[in-house]
Each structure stands twice: as structure tokens, then as C-alpha cells.
């Protein structure tokens, strides 16, 4: 029972676009969500995070959305450059619960030059 | 300088052998962790230790065995191993076990059991 889902597995974006990735989740008590990036033969990066007293968080060329009512949390990377290419992965978690994070599956970002 | 390192980045082993994975972290970090990304590439926890005292324990089988000699290294243990195994093992650390700057990973270990 996975309690946050990314149901694309991948996008490829032109260079200098935006490319949009979705999370899902199921769980309502989630209140903070973070995203990592992933390139290949690494372990995964803190990219950016957001708490759901916010819907938006900003860094750089990096915004990250969350809907509560839809249980929905979107990451836009504005423009989208070569070396943004790699899984992106969301992850969920709640209040008293931090050491313990819910990950989704991924979303393999191609940007072509 | 890496932060969070783990050996072996590969290991191919056989059915019924036992091994372990050794992580360890330079960054001065209370809270270690074990997770799997399994065949569907989903990240799921497995151990966690606060300071060498375990703090999270999911079901896990119990050839599984985690050991923190001191708060810089957390290793994973695994007996009679079985196809299922077959997995990346990714090893990480946190300032805190309440930290919401969320972990720095290890590159991973990929354990292809034949």
C-alpha cells in the first residue's frame, strides 16, 4: 500500500522549458513533503522541501506546489536546463514522525539540450 | 570527502549466504538509516538508530540484522539470503531523528542474490 505515488515514471522537456512533476499521497495526516533528485550511481539529494502550512515554496529555479484538498504536491524547475536530468523522487511525512519518510517511486526527468 | 559512504557500491552473492553492507557517515549526525528501493523503485524504510539505540524497526525479516557500534556507522547484516534480496540498499544519516532537512544518502549498495 503505497502512501505516495508518482504515476509518471518519466518526462523529457526541451532545455529552457518548464518541466512539472506530480506526487500524490494518500495519507491526510502528511504535513511536510520534501523532494530529492537522483542522478544515476548516487544516492539521492535534498532538493526541496515544503510544510503544508504553505502551498508554495520557492528556491532558485525550483517552486514547489502543495494542494491539500487534492492530496497533490507539484515541483517546477524554471528553465529547465541539461543538467536537471536525473529521477526526481517526492517524499511525505507527518508531524511526531520525522524520522520516518514515505517515498514515491521516481520520475525519470529527461532535458534535452 | 564523502558524507555518507557505504562498501560495497556491488555485491553478487548466492542463495543461503550470509553478508553485510557498512555505512558510515562523516558528518557529525545523530540518526542513521537503512532503506530499500525495491524492483518498483520505491524507497522504504527499514532501520533506524538515534544514536546507536533503534529507533525504527519495520517489518522487516529478521535475517535482516542492523548494528550501530557507534553513532558514525550503522551496518546491515543479512543471513541466508534469498532471490527476493535482490535490491539497492541505500544507507543515510539526519542531524536528528526529528530533522526536516530530510537525509543525506549513500550512493547505494546493489545486491543481486543468484
Known amino acids: 500500500d503505497q502512501q505516495v505515488k508518482q504515476n509518471s515514471p518519466s518526462l523529457s522537456v526541451q532545455e529552457g522549458r518548464i518541466s512539472i512533476l506530480n506526487c500524490d499521497y494518500t495519507n491526510s495526516m502528511f504535513d511536510y513533503f520534501l523532494w530529492y533528485k537522483k542522478y544515476p550511481a548516487e544516492g539521492p539529494t535534498f532538493l526541496i522541501s515544503i510544510s503544508s502550512i504553505k502551498d508554495k515554496n520557492e528556491d532558485g529555479r525550483f517552486t514547489v506546489f502543495l494542494n491539500k484538498s487534492a492530496k497533490h504536491l507539484s515541483l517546477h524547475i524554471v528553465p529547465s536546463q541539461p543538467g536537471d536530468s536525473a529521477v526526481y523522487f517526492c517524499a511525505a511525512s507527518y508531524t511526531d514522525n520525522f524520522n520516518k519518510f514515505y517515498f514515491g517511486s521516481g520520475t525519470k526527468l529527461n532535458v534535452k539540450p | 570527502d564523502t558524507a555518507v559512504s557505504q562498501t560495497p557500491k556491488y555485491l553478487v552473492t548466492q542463495m543461503g549466504n550470509d553478508k553485510s553492507i557498512k555505512c558510515e557517515q562523516n558528518l557529525g549526525h545523530d540518526t542513521m538509516y537503512w532503506y530499500k528501493q525495491d524492483s518498483k523503485k520505491f524507497l522504504k524504510i527499514m532501520f533506524s538508530?538515534?544514536?546507536?539505540?533503534?529507533?525504527i524497526n519495520e517489518t522487516v525479516p529478521n535475517r535482516f540484522s542492523p548494528k550501530s557500534p557507534d553513532k558514525a556507522h550503522l551496518n546491515l547484516h543479512i543471513n541466508s539470503l534469498e532471490l527476493g534480496d535482490s535490491a539497492v540498499y541505500f544507507c543515510a544519516s539526519s542531524q536528528d531523528a526529528g530533522s526536516l532537512y530530510g537525509y543525506t544518502f549513500g550512493s547505494g549498495t546493489r545486491l543481486t542474490v543468484v
Open positions: 538508530y538515534n544514536n546507536k539505540e533503534l529507533i
